[in-house]
């Protein structure tokens, strides 16, 4: 299988697993994991794919599940939003906010 022909960590065939259908699809599609770090290289690709995957339609939906999922508060909200739709749909891109402070990682 693609995990096990890659030396895919558990996080990261985990993380695969949860990508919709057609992000796993165009992950696998792109060919074998090669690299130093092939964890890595396969969450890069989940992020690509899933970034190229919103679209600027779902935008208002899409930001209002990232702020509830990464509790943001009213204000970090507003920033957010009032940023370009580019700058929005990378930060959706990167996906949870790590780190004890998400104002700061936001």
């Known amino acids: 299988d693609f995990a096990a022909r890659n030396g895919l960590d558990a996080g990261s ?29 396969l969450m890069s690709r989940i992020r690509k ?9 779902d935008l208002g939906a899409q930001l209002d599940a990232f702020c509830v999922e990464n509790g943001l508060d009213e204000d970090m909200a507003h920033n957010l939003r009032s940023q370009l739709d580019e700058v929005q749909l990378a930060v959706l891109a990167k996906g949870k ?10």
């Open 13 to 41: 065939v985990a993380a695969l697993r949860e990508a919709p259908p057609h992000v796993q699809a165009k992950v696998m599609d792109d060919g074998p994991v090669t690299g130093r770090n092939p964890n890595a290289i």
């Open 49 to 57: 794919f899933s970034a190229a995957a919103l679209s600027f339609e």
């Open 97 to 106: 906010l790590t780190g004890r402070d998400p104002a700061a990682v936001l």
